[in-house]
């Protein structure tokens, strides 16, 4: 075992903001490749014309999955030193859709608006004030919704834990599911494509 | 690809989406192995925001337990955090991305059928309620569903599932913005 590295004091925590740059530079260089600094471009999952979103977010999901595995694994990378957020059932169910309808109102995630700003796409700043402006009001409103904000609390757990299933049994079902969606998503865009040829 | 000289000053097709998804979840991996964390966004809105209250009113900000999870024990400015420096990084790798594929421009993302006010609209109030959403659920499209998701976490699952419901439920009615 020798990672992740920081929990293993490879570097400080001052040093751990320069990686925190270069990740993010990773991270918005990738989003923006993939065509997620447009709305149109992200919202167009929602009406089956373009699934590059579904494409784009299972294929970083698959990869990242597969590698955590395998290091893991092979006793490189050690899980318990790695972030896993608590699951609050409810609340995130809720926050889920709540993200969801924010999503193909606004067009964005706040990741995307990110880049979307970035690359001058004035309707990405309006929704980055949105993002301020919501935080502010959840803040402001916050001691009505504790309760729920801290509603079923199941603690760290992962889908192998819950469901009793081997974890490796688990990656190749994200993957032949994952798999299954692309086709899916390949054949509704050429489905679409002919539809709006026949118009 | 072909390029044209004629075209050199073009935008550039956007990559092959499985290429930049495997990309983006190389550098997730990345930060799984040399921070043992994953990626994020809202949060670091979360501690600007937590850090502005606290700038207007100290007292107002530290009796809050939302801004004080951000706040911290008050011996560290609250945007010197992990997450406000990957957001920073964000803004420069989408604007490196863009710039060298000829994409940096100036304009808005919209249908044919709103106005430019109209948009306006709604980008700021989708962004309202996707910082309700992303808070009520302890993160957004980075640090829950990619995050979570190629971790297996059990509530990032659900919540991603529940994204793409809201999402496609809200779709028909929103239509005009987009198609």
Known sequence: MSAPFFKY?????????????????????????????SARKLAAQFYFTDMTVLKVMFTAIVTAM????????????????????????????????ILGF????????????????????????????????????????????????????????????LLHMPYGLLVFLVCVMAVGAFAAAEWGEKKMAAKKEGK | ??????????????WNPYLAGIGLGLVLLASFVIMGRG?????????????????????????????????????TNPLKDWLVFEVI????????????AHRVKGKLEKGPRISNRGRLLYAFLGGGMMAIGAKLAR????????????????????????VFIGGYALAYIMRRQWL
């Open chain 1, 9 to 37: 004091g490879l570097f400080g925590s001052e040093a751990s903001l320069i990686v925190a740059v270069f990740i993010g530079i990773g991270f918005g260089f990738f989003l923006e490749r993939a065509g997620f600094g």
């Open chain 2, 1 to 14: 690809m072909t390029v044209h000289s004629s075209d050199d000053f073009a935008p550039k097709p956007y």
């Open chain 1, 102 to 161: 924010g999503f193909v109102v606004g067009g964005y995630c706040p990741g995307t608006a990110c880049v979307s700003a970035s690359t001058g796409r004035y309707d990405g700043w309006i929704y980055v004030g949105g993002l301020f402006a919501g935080i502010l009001f959840f803040g402001e409103v916050f001691h009505w919704v504790e309760k729920f904000y801290a509603s079923t609390p199941m603690g760290q757990v992962t889908l192998p834990q």
């Open chain 2, 139 to 162: 993160g957004c499209t980075s640090g829950q569903a990619l995050t979570g998701g190629a971790l297996l976490n059990l509530g990032s699952w659900a919540f991603m599932i529940s």
């Open chain 2, 89 to 100: 990084g964000v803004f420069i790798g989408g604007f490196i991305s863009a710039k060298l």
């Open chain 1, 66 to 97: 597969v590698g955590v595995y395998y290091l893991s694994v092979f006793g490189v990378l050690d899980l318990s030193l790695v972030y896993l957020t608590p699951t609050y059932l409810a609340p995130q169910i809720a926050g889920g859709l």
């Open chain 2, 39 to 75: 990626l994020g966004a809202s949060g670091a809105f979360s501690s600007a925001v937590a850090w502005g209250v606290q700038r207007v009113s100290p007292e107002h900000a530290n009796s809050n337990p939302f801004y004080a999870e951000y706040l911290g024990d008050g011996t």
